[in-house]
């Protein structure tokens, strides 16, 4: 079955950085694009970038010129690299299977932006 494991989160002081990992497995990776998403506590989820199964990719507002979405065919790996973190960056971070919201999430990643 769809298996989605994110790594990397932690915490950082703002203006910072962070590579958000999300290693797939159970279905052909190169095939499907792969969403990044985050939640903040009493925020609805969000995306905050995708990428299809030709490497195309886009972010939302928040995200663009400061974080970077990418993927390694050869690992099964999507990555999320994060900089000039601000303090409402501050979320958990998940992985999706797909280009719009599917069922297959990941358990989450816990980023924290503090000074």
């Known amino acids: 079955q769809v298996q989605l494991v994110e790594s990397g989160g932690g915490l950082v002081q703002p203006g910072g950085s962070l590579t958000l990992s999300c290693v797939a497995a159970?279905?052909?990776?190169?095939?499907?694009?792969m969403g990044w998403y985050r939640q903040a506590p009493g925020n609805q989820r969000e995306l905050v970038a995708r990428?299809?199964?030709?490497?195309?990719?886009d972010y939302a507002d928040s995200a663009k010129g400061r974080f970077t979405i990418s993927r390694d065919i050869g690992k099964s790996t999507v990555y999320l690299q994060l900089n000039s973190l601000k303090p409402e960056d501050t979320a958990v971070y998940y992985c999706?299977?797909?280009?719009?919201?599917?069922?297959?999430w990941g358990q989450g990643t816990q980023v924290t932006v503090s000074s």
């Open positions: 999706n299977l797909g280009m719009s919201q599917s069922d297959y």
């Open positions: 159970g279905y052909s990776f190169r095939t499907y694009g």
């Open positions: 990428i299809n199964r030709y490497d195309s990719t």
